[in-house]
């Protein structure tokens, strides 16, 4: 579900989400596909919790590696058949629309197993805990940090950023709204409808 959010966020072309800005403007740069980039980043960020959880490594966080590569994967053989006509604004509105919530929807998920996180989500966890900061608080810091050096590397290689646009900013406001929106949906119809079967 996330991998679809991601695919359709960026053929919106009205920009990509910040997790996302990093990989997208690896691919201007280097010769890899955007689900290669997109497993790389996931990968880096399964590292670098890795060393800040040096003492005590949970297996959840060595799971976050096979789920890169597949994530990764998912996102270049899904890219093949998501095609948006963006020469229309209602289109890409629309595909906006669908990439927040089927985001949402994939965070939701992989929040309820409580097995494997997003590794960008799962360092922004581990971050969290570190610093003793409030989980949103850190996210957003994340983000912020995430379309900086992506717009420093776009504009130093090839001297304009790339990816930023309306998406970015819907996306880092809404992903997180909609898993909350759709978290208390779940739960009212669990308790209204589903809970007496």
Not at 88 to 95: G, P, Y
Not at 99 to 104: A, E, L, M, Q, R
Not at 180 to 186: A, D, E, S, T, V
Request: contains cysteine.
């Amino acid at each position: 579900m996330v991998s679809v959010g991601i695919v359709l966020c960026k053929k919106c072309n009205l920009g990509i989400s910040p997790v996302s800005s990093i990989p997208l403007i690896m691919e201007s740069i280097i010769p890899f596909t955007f689900g290669n980039l997109t497993m790389l980043f996931h990968l880096i960020n399964t590292i670098l919790q890795l060393i800040l959880e040096h003492r005590k490594i949970a297996v959840r966080t060595i799971l976050q590696i096979p789920l890169a590569f597949c994530f990764g994967m998912v996102i270049d053989w899904i890219q093949g058949f998501i095609i948006i006509d963006d020469s229309k604004l209602i289109c890409q509105l629309m595909a906006l629309v669908l990439s927040v919530f089927f985001t949402g929807f994939g965070m939701l998920c992989m929040i309820s197993v409580n097995l494997i996180q997003n590794p960008p989500d799962g360092l922004v966890c581990v971050l969290s805990r570190k610093l003793n900061r409030e989980l949103g608080q850190i996210k957003i810091y994340y983000d912020i940090t995430c379309v900086i050096i992506s717009s420093i590397i776009g504009t130093i290689v090839i001297g304009k950023p790339r990816g930023l646009g309306i998406a970015t900013i819907v996306s880092a406001i809404f992903v997180g709204k909609t898993v909350i929106w759709l978290k208390k949906g779940f739960y009212l119809l669990w308790n209204q409808y589903l809970k007496k079967y």
